[in-house]
């Protein structure tokens, strides 16, 4: 593995697990009143363009991260609307 593959799976890595503790909160105080739908869509719809540039690119630190980061981000998303009922 080269040094700059390395790079990017090591900031990957850090902006993913930027978003466990929003979702970990989220899921244990069963509420998101704080978390805005236009954030989550937004960011969202950039995470999905960044999936798919990657995918075109073929560089796996933007695929791994901007997937597992949509995930979460997809996890939240749900949460919102679960606790918002």
């Known amino acids: ?22 979702m970990f909160q989220t ?6 009143k704080d978390v805005s739908y236009t954030m989550l869509i937004t960011f969202m719809s950039g995470l999905f363009l960044w999936l798919i540039y ?3 690119l073929g560089a796996l630190p933007i695929i ?10 997809l996890i939240i998303l749900w949460l919102k609307v679960k606790y918002n009922r």
Do not use: C, E
């Open 1 to 22: 593995m080269d040094l700059l593959t390395l790079l990017g799976l090591m900031a990957g890595t850090l902006t993913t697990m930027a978003f466990l503790p929003q």
């Open 54 to 56: 990657g995918i075109i």
């Open 64 to 73: 791994l991260a901007n997937g597992i980061t949509l995930f979460f981000n």
């Open 27 to 32: 899921w244990r105080t069963k509420s998101a």
